[in-house]
């Protein structure tokens, strides 16, 4: 992002040849003789009064003569004196009488004033010079100067505490600052009408830049919190009880311990005390047996029998992996789905200690560490990249079923990523179109390199999802959909990818019961078959689980009961998430992020 100087307007050009000749004496002289011209061979010609009326009003030297009497015309000084001439006759025709109505119509008054103006060129501040000095890093630095009337700038600022710095954090849709396209979010404002604005109070460059309003941002919750069970909060009849996901407006944070705030969606106005990010107690209450929090364990702690299934590996683990073939199942594939990385999934759980999940770049990540994240109002526009989408949902919910199905209803707009293995090219496949088939040397040399977003072993073969395999199908000009294990969420939560997250979650199990009737699915002992009454209990079961530890990163939720419902649902889901304003994390407009 450019660095900026606000200020003040300049004048545009009005870059017509005709009009610049007009204003030439030679060349007005050349086009009234063309006009003569062209009268008289009108009339010479024998032709009726329409048409030479018409060929008249169409004729291009008209439009030259009349822009520069336009233009020369003063209206503003010369309507009073139409309209007293008007009032002076002592029976005024009928016309006369509909333009003086016309002229004393405030509206036309404006118009013609306008008029003027523009035809003077009499508008815009006097731009202040450029300044003498600029710093070295100029090429960096980007000077906005904006004619600011009285409505707001239609743009909000946000201080980075730690530096001092001030950023554009949002840039209103159909404000000043948006229709003049020249700030976007995340530019750094350095200087105000030649004034300095780091480490200025907000207050203070609010006021400089006459912002009008000042809105503090929404925070999504990333924990769940009751008053009642926490001990360090003065007055839990005060406190105000939240949940993951739940969008809080801050409204006071004066005292550094408990902020003020309300629900954004909420139909209470009242707000309530919160725990603040400062909070240095807050570990009590983030403690209590009733937190569902995660606790996710450093990849150093990793036991000897994880060490196939577990993605933090070394080079010789890894080599380890390869030759160390665990050779359980017939590998069940589809073209271009995945389903030796799911049947590995499915092997890697019934491995991992509960709690406990490792197998992406990202994953040792405590989401513990944040109580609030800071969203913005995020709308794409037409050029940016689509936004990844991200489906999630318990093993056998159905997450690849509306995949699947969404792609080949329009394979033209969706497209899954294509996976890497190190299995061998089958007849009838073609490199780059179901997998990306390399050696296990590349395989491992992505491997060290962070380039999987996960991957995992079948049947002696490697298999990952590479972040790249995301730009390619953006490359190709479609979106982007992926199923994604939830503690694979922090790897694609990018700038770059914007996700948008969607849980698929099952109705209850009886419905379940209902709906699934002939369908397969991979069961616990990798081989496909028919569901059992305990696999819809399994289901709700894991869909709870999973929603209470990752509900906060849901976008959108939807329940796969009949799928013909569940498909038009995901396909609406997904227009909202490209095509209307959605809350993102803040932070993805930071500058320093990734
Ligand atoms: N709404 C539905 N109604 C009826 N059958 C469904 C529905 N959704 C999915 N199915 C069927 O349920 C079975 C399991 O679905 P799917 O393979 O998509 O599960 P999954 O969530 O991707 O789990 P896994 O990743 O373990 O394969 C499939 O046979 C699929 O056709």
């Given at each position: 992002m450019c660095n900026f100087i606000l200020k003040m307007d300049k004048t545009p050009k009005f870059p017509d040849d005709f009009h610049l000749r007009c204003f030439n004496y030679v060349g007005l002289a050349q086009i009234l003789t063309e006009v003569v011209e062209e009268v008289r061979l009108s009339i010479d010609r024998e032709v009726n009064g329409a048409d030479l009326l018409y060929s008249l009003l169409s004729a291009p030297w008209l439009y030259s003569l009349l822009r520069p009497l336009f233009s020369f015309f003063h209206w503003s000084s010369a309507v009073p004196q139409i309209m007293a001439s008007v009032r002076g006759l002592a029976a005024p025709s009928s016309e006369a009488q509909e333009l003086y109505i016309l002229l004393k119509c405030p509206h036309m008054q404006a118009l013609l004033s306008a008029h003027d103006s523009v035809a003077q060129r009499d508008?815009?501040?006097?731009l202040p010079p450029l300044p003498d000095k600029l710093p070295d890093?100029?090429?960096a630095m980007r000077i906005v100067c904006l004619v600011k009337?009285?409505?707001?700038?239609?743009a909000t600022i946000r201080k980075?505490?730690?530096?001092?710095n001030f950023f554009i954090a949002r840039v209103i849709h159909g404000g000043l600052a948006d229709r003049s396209g020249l700030l976007y979010p995340g530019d750094k404002l350095v200087e105000v009408n030649g004034q300095?604005?780091?480490?200025?109070q907000p207050e203070h460059v609010i006021q400089m830049l006459n912002l009008n309003f000042w809105v503090n941002y929404p925070f999504n919750s990333m924990v769940d919190y009751s008053p009642l069970q926490?001990?360090?909060?003065?007055c839990p009849d005060a406190g105000m009880a939240f949940s993951k996901g739940d969008l809080l407006k801050i409204v006071?944070?004066?005292d550094i311990r408990w902020w003020q705030a309300r629900k954004?969606?909420?139909?209470?106005l009242c707000c309530g005390l919160i725990p603040s990010?400062?909070?240095?107690?807050r570990e009590l209450w983030w403690s209590q047996p009733y937190q569902a929090h995660t606790c996710i364990r450093p990849?150093?702690?990793?036991t000897h029998t994880d060490t196939y299934t577990?993605?933090?590996?070394?080079f010789c683990a890894l080599f380890k992996m390869f030759v160390g073939i665990i050779n359980e199942n017939k590998c069940i594939e589809t073209a271009g789905f995945r389903h030796s990385l799911r049947v590995w999934r499915r092997k890697s759980y019934s491995k991992r200690k509960p709690s406990c999940y490792s197998c992406?770049?990202?994953?040792?990540?405590?989401?513990?560490?944040?109580?609030y994240e800071e969203v913005v109002h995020y709308q794409r526009h037409i050029d940016d990249p689509p936004r990844l989408i991200v489906l999630i949902g318990p093993?056998?919910?159905g997450v690849n079923e509306l995949r699947r199905r969404l792609i080949k209803i329009n394979p033209n707009t969706y497209q899954g990523p294509i996976s890497h293995t190190t299995r061998s090219q089958k007849m009838g496949e073609k490199n780059g179109r179901e997998y990306h088939f390399v050696t296990k040397e590349v395989f491992a040399y992505m491997v060290v390199n962070h380039k999987f977003l996960e991957y995992g072993e079948h049947n002696g073969h490697m298999y990952g999802t590479s972040l790249d395999s995301f730009q390619d199908v953006l490359d190709n000009g479609k979106i982007c959909v992926i199923d994604l294990?939830?503690?694979?969420i922090h790897s694609v939560r990018t700038k770059k990818l914007k996700p948008y997250i969607i849980f698929v979650r099952p109705p209850s199990p009886a419905r379940m019961k209902q709906t699934r009737k002939d369908p397969h699915f991979l069961s616990n002992r990798y081989i496909k078959r028919y569901f059992y009454d305990k696999d819809f209990e399994e289901i709700e079961e894991a869909s709870r689980t999973m929603e209470a530890k990752y509900?906060?990163?849901?976008?959108c939720v939807i329940v796969n009961d009949d799928l013909q419902d569940s498909c038009m649902d995901l396909f609406t889901a997904i227009q909202h998430a490209q095509e209307e304003p959605q809350w993102i994390p803040a932070s993805w407009f930071a500058p320093d992020h990734p």
């Open positions: 508008y815009g501040p006097v890093n100029e090429e009337n009285k409505q707001p700038l239609g980075n505490e730690k530096t001092g300095k604005v780091r480490g200025l926490d001990p360090a909060i003065p006071d944070q004066r954004l969606h909420s139909a209470s990010t400062n909070h240095k107690q990849c150093t702690l990793i577990h993605r933090c590996l070394n992406g770049v990202s994953s040792c990540h405590n989401t513990s560490a944040t109580l093993s056998g919910v294990e939830p503690h694979c509900r906060q990163y849901f976008d």
